[in-house]
């Protein structure tokens, strides 16, 4: 049996330009993602765009457009970022489009035949910013308990979705999987929001339209979160059960921010239990960035862009800088001081200086062929037994999604093979002819365990893993690692050039 695999990002809200917030999910998706697929699994990674709604039909009308044409133009720039990040997603959904369309209104419909979607009206509070309903009582001194922005006050029929007859099943379901909401954090602000009570769920609105008609009601636009969060399985053929859906549903993992966990752990589950759909096996909320200590906002004109980063570091440093620098589920600061340190210590020192060393020494002793390593002394065993023990380490530590951990293992492999050079000193062996076939025997470790490294850092920094695989004369562009992540994968006799620096240093301004 195919083993398969099936990551998400949020589908992200086209009135608003990407911002590092963004291609920080989208990021460690695709770590994920590049991972499993080296790992042999059959992977489906989606992201996409979330076009309709209050909030983007404002955000168009404001700029003397349409909604569609506000879309076409934002998913644009989301695609090219995610080319230029890298990205390997293996579909791209928008909620615009007439598959989505049709899979939601068989949701609808199959929810409302059991009879969980009823007639109502709908007398509240909504945040347009959130697109989020709220009773008089859980408002902040009149606003968005969320966003703390103000609220408008509506009165419509409405359609609503039969939330509350799901609140045990939900709070069982909780409870019987520990990893069904992470981190654990999470997870208890969840189950207590759920103790508090599920009311019924307004899931349509009727003083806009820009959005998915209820089916043979067309005055009303189904909710956009209702609308939204059926992405997940609509990109899966949703209604048709074979192909894609039948391979890759239930989720492995739904990756997303922690202020739209509400939805995705609370309103998403009920929807699925009552249309007998199997609930997501990982629904994982990784925290907020701010930016040099602020939170990013337009009109504090901080908001960090991506495209600019790339193009001043390298879109390795900063996929290494995203994923390093924070433990994933917890928040961070986003600060050009801490990524030049990262990119100077980590990436220029530590790895690029064990790359260069050692393919400089390979070509000054061995014209650049590699030796065949001779008798393993203590030194090397330490050295190659550690690389077992990291790989099954990072094993768990990728499928807990702690992607930090993950790169802390690697970088103590990056630290114990420049240690390994000062301790076995090439350069005094070089001096001695008779320590020919010990020179040898050391410059095959290190150059194996930069092989190894380089598979390792792959679903990470994918361009700089090809270039230093390509340089050892493997394959850098098909990276696998089952069968190929144990020691001595290297042959004897292979032509190794000398690397170029691969992550320059970066001078502070
Ligand atoms: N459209 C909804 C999601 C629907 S999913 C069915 C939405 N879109 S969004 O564009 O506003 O946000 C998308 C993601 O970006 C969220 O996971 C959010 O947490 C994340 N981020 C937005 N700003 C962020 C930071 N400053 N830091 C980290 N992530 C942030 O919500």
Sequence with gaps: MDKHFYVTTPIYYVNDVPHIGHAYTTLACDAMARYKRARGYKVFFLTGTDEHGQKVEKAAHAQGE?????????????QSLWEKLNIT??????????????????????????GDIY?????????????????????????????????????????????????????KHIEDHPDFIQPRSRRNEILSFVKEGLRDLSISRTSFSWGIPVPEDEKHVIYVWFDALSNYITALGYPDLEGHYGAFWPVDAHVIGKD????????????????????????????????????????????????????????????????????????????HAALIHRINSDL????????SRTTAMLNKYFDGELPAPGELAEIDRLLQEKFPAAITLIDRQM?????????????????????????????????????????????????????????????????????????????GN?????????WGGLQPGTRIAKAEPLFPRIEHE
């Design 260 to 335: 739209i966990l509400r939805f995705h752990a609370v309103y998403w589950p009920t929807f699925l239990l009552a249309a007998g759909i199997p609930l997501p096996k990982k629904i994982f909320a990784h925290g907020w960035w701010t930016v040099e200590g602020q939170k990013m906002s337009k009109s504090l004109r901080n908001v960090v862009e991506p495209h600019m980063l790339v193009d001043k570091y390298g879109v390795d440093a900063i996929r290494y800088f995203l994923l390093r620098e924070v433990p994933f589920g917890l928040d961070g600061d986003f600060s």
């Design 119 to 171: 007639l109502g009206e709908y007398e509240d509070w909504y945040c347009t910013p959130c697109e989020t309903f709220w009773t008089e009582k859980q408002l902040m001194d009149g606003s968005c308990p969320d966003c703390g922005r103000p609220t408008d006050k509506l009165k419509e029929e409405s359609y609503f979705f039969r939330m509350s007859k799901y609140q045990d099943q939900l709070l």
């Design 478 to 486: 098909n990276v696998t690692l089952d069968g190929n992540d144990h």
């Design 399 to 475: 499928t807990e999604m702690a992607f930090n951990k993950t790169l802390q293992t690697i970088w103590e492999l990056v630290s114990a093979a420049n240690k390994y050079i000062d301790e076995s000193a090439p350069w005094t062996l070089a001096k001695d002819a008779s320590q020919r076939t010990r020179l040898g025997t050391v410059m095959y470790n290190l150059l194996e365990g930069v092989r190894l490294i380089a598979l390792l850092i792959a679903p990470f920094m994918p361009g700089s893993a090809a270039s230093i695989l390509t340089t050892l004369g493997c394959d």
């Design 348 to 355: 220029a020192n530590d790895l690029g200086n064990l790359l």
């Design 66 to 78: 349409t909604p569609l044409e506000l879309a076409d133009r934002v998913m644009k720039r989301y």
């Design 89 to 114: 997603h293996d579909d791209f959904i928008r909620t615009s489009q007439e598959r989505h369309k049709k899979g939601v209104h068989h949701l609808f419909k199959l929810i409302q035949g059991k």
